[in-house]
DNA sequence: CCATTCAGGACAAATTTTGTCCAAAGATAA
DNA sequence: TTATCTTTGGACAAAATTTGTCCTGAATGG
């Protein structure tokens, strides 16, 4: 089971994966089920995986499919606070918020 | 200028300056222009209010505009992290992928 | 009783996102 | 150069999601 490099987008491992193995776009994308060109997209980060083909990926690369999830979930997050040009500390504030949130949910 | 009590949902922050204001939904949904059932639901967080919206707010209740606007950000974070069922290091990866994509646009 | 407020479901309209196709650009080799 | 293969990226229909409104019902307070 591969590990993954950190601190690059979901894309960038991606590619990062494909490119180890030596192989071209439509290689990929014929084994993982998806057009080409949809592919070097996600790669660029220019469409969103679903969570179908993080799994796929994670099957054909033998990587944790768990650790790619929250690849892309952080990646989320750190395209939304630099489309909307977010301070950092909101990271903080959302963290206490989760946790209050949870105590509303047990009550 | 009020400050806005922290460590709750924006819903929750409208709520309480709504009721602080001893005001009905009605009553403020005309002041700011939106369906009475709309900004029930905005309160309950089962609606997001749009950016103008968010201004509006902000003038109404004479709050500070950029603070509100990243209570919003922080609770679409938090929702997203407790829709997933993410763990909260994310938040971490996502911050350090933040300073890596700024630099990757600097080139 | 009546009037008013708020919760919440249903649903069409609006908006956003997705995935595909195609053309053009880039790379490599002969 | 030409031929071939890879990658980029625009356009766009289809699919999915979100929004805002309307309406009904429950609860509260005269």
Redesign the interface.
Known sequence: MATVK????FGGQLRQLRETAGMTLREVAANIEIDPSLLAKIERNQRQPTKHLIKNIADFFEVNEKEL???F??????????D?E??????K??????A???TLRNE
């Open positions: 950190k601190h690059t987008t999830l929250e690849e979930l952080s990646d989320q997050i750190a395209y939304k606070i630099l909307e977010a301070d950092l500390n909101i990271l504030v959302a963290e206490e918020k989760v209050y949130i949870k």
